[in-house]
């Protein structure tokens, strides 16, 4: 590994970690202090638009339905979330933020708006750009990897 490569994967690792810190630190100290960094981005998957099925939001977070639904769980009991039957198709289940659910959510939006302005908002035009293309060439990859994983585990019967 080159001396570039190596600052890069260090600075990468280190970033990750930073916001995942960060983020959780927020989360800790804010008005919503009960809600776990999983929870918040839950909260933020099922959205202030209305009614989700839970399929929906599991594809979303790329969880299953049983993962979801545990998570749906605990946010019911802390009151950030709502749960129905469909009246169409009692099968199907929909999920909706409740006002406190609404307000955790678009607190954490604006987190996110602060992380990004405060990013993008000391580069140029140009720079944000090459920013904005290196970070959707990292996701391809990630993205990649993740599927490879997936795959195999499946083949293994896993």
């Known amino acids: 590994m080159t ?29 919503f202090s009960d809600l776990s960094t999983t929870e918040t981005h839950t909260l933020e998957a099922i959205g202030i638009h209305g009614p989700k099925t839970m ?11 049983p ?40 607190l954490h939006d604006f987190f996110h708006s602060k992380m990004v ?4 908002g000391c580069l140029t035009e140009e720079e944000q750009l090459v920013v904005f293309r290196a970070l959707e060439k990292m996701h391809s990859f990630f993205y990649m990897q993740k599927n490879k994983i997936g795959n195999r585990r499946g083949q293994d019967g896993n």
């Open 3 to 31: 001396s570039i490569n190596r600052r890069f994967n260090e600075l990468l690792v280190k970033t990750f970690n930073m916001v995942l810190k960060v983020e959780e630190e927020a989360m800790k100290n804010g008005p």
């Open 55 to 65: 399929s929906e939001v599991a594809n979303v977070l790329e969880v299953t339905v």
């Open 67 to 106: 993962t979801l639904t545990a998570s749906v769980n605990r946010l019911l009991k802390k009151g950030y979330v709502e749960r129905r039957r469909d009246v169409a198709d009692r099968r199907v289940v929909l999920i909706s933020l409740t006002k406190k659910g609404e307000k955790a959510a678009r």
């Open 117 to 120: 302005d405060a990013t993008l």
